[in-house]
Nanobody, 123 residues
Framework: EVQLVESGGGSVQVGGSLTLSCTYS????????IGWFRQAPGKEREAISCIETDDDVTNYKDSLKGRFTISSDHSKNTVYLQMINLEADDAAIYYCAVTGWCPMRPTLAFDWWGQGAQVTVSS
């Protein structure tokens, strides 16, 4: 059974930092892409970035470059999303999901999803 579990969410002040973790298990395929997404209240879920087994990264939101960084530790079956200089608009539920390879364009067409981690940003 494929499982993805997000952790590391919480409440921070504007300008603060958080690192989310996505720990995955149950994969039987050698190659895969794991993406990070977020959904703010009243807004559609959006793709942030994706990383593949060879650590090739695809970023989907140019506006987050320099503040959000995806990385992985395959020995720990974990993908991270480091977020710095957080803004009020970054408050959302953050999800990770897996698919066969990272799409070239933003999409929600991933195969398995985690349950999400809440990030709250206060001023």
């Amino acid at each position: 059974e494929v499982q993805l579990v997000e952790s590391g969410g919480g409440s921070v002040q504007v300008g603060g930092s958080l690192t989310l973790s996505c720990t995955y298990s149950g994969f039987t395929f050698a190659r895969y892409g794991i993406g990070w997404f977020r959904q703010a209240p009243g807004k559609e879920r959006e793709a942030i970035s994706c990383i593949e087994t060879d650590d090739d990264v695809t970023n989907y939101k140019d506006s987050l470059k320099g503040r959000f960084t995806i990385s992985s530790d395959h020995s720990k079956n974990t993908v991270y999303l480091q977020m710095i200089n957080l803004e009020a608009d970054d408050a959302a539920i953050y999800y990770c999901a897996v698919t066969g390879w990272c799409p070239m364009r933003p999409t929600l067409a991933f195969d398995w999803w985690g349950q999400g981690a809440q990030v709250t940003v206060s001023s």
